[in-house]
């Protein structure tokens, strides 16, 4: 599922698939996207650039072609290879940086940027 939240410039998305169950947010007042993967208990963190992932206005309208069209060619389609690399817990500084709604999603798990 897939909400947008245009007021405080973020978007969720959770994926209830057994061992492949995650959280997203993409907050794009802060410039970042988390992604929490339940299975290897670890968020994956990622710079919003501009050049491959959607505008906020973008991602509503794109999840609603892809729900009201069996088939759908978008370039906008975003797939990301996440390679696993040093990880740490969250610091305050950690925190200021990404904002509170990834602090929600990842506090006390190991990050991944």
């Given at each position: 599922?897939?909400?947008?939240?245009?007021?405080?410039?973020?978007?969720?998305?959770?994926v209830?698939?057994?061992?492949?169950?995650?959280?997203?947010?993409?907050?794009?007042?802060?410039g970042?996207?988390?992604?929490?993967l339940?299975?290897?208990k670890?968020?994956?963190?990622?710079k919003?650039d501009?050049?491959?992932?959607?505008?906020?206005?973008?991602?509503?309208?794109?999840?609603?072609?892809?729900?009201?069209?069996?088939?759908?060619?978008?370039?906008?389609?975003?797939?990301?290879?996440?390679?696993?690399?040093?990880?740490?817990?969250?610091?305050?500084k950690?925190?200021?940086?990404?904002?509170s709604?990834?602090?929600?999603?990842?506090?006390?798990?190991?990050?991944?940027?």
């Amino acid at each position: 599922t897939m909400t947008v939240h245009n007021e405080k410039n973020i978007v969720e998305v959770h994926v209830r698939s057994g061992l492949y169950s995650s959280d997203t947010i993409f907050d794009y007042s802060k410039g970042y996207i988390a992604t929490r993967l339940f299975s290897r208990k670890a968020c994956f963190i990622l710079k919003i650039d501009k050049e491959y992932i959607p505008e906020l206005e973008e991602i509503g309208r794109l999840a609603f072609e892809r729900q009201t069209m069996k088939k759908i060619y978008s370039p906008n389609n975003v797939w990301v290879q996440f390679q696993s690399g040093d990880s740490v817990f969250g610091t305050l500084k950690d925190w200021l940086l990404y904002g509170s709604h990834i602090e929600h999603l990842c506090k006390h798990l190991p990050l991944y940027r």
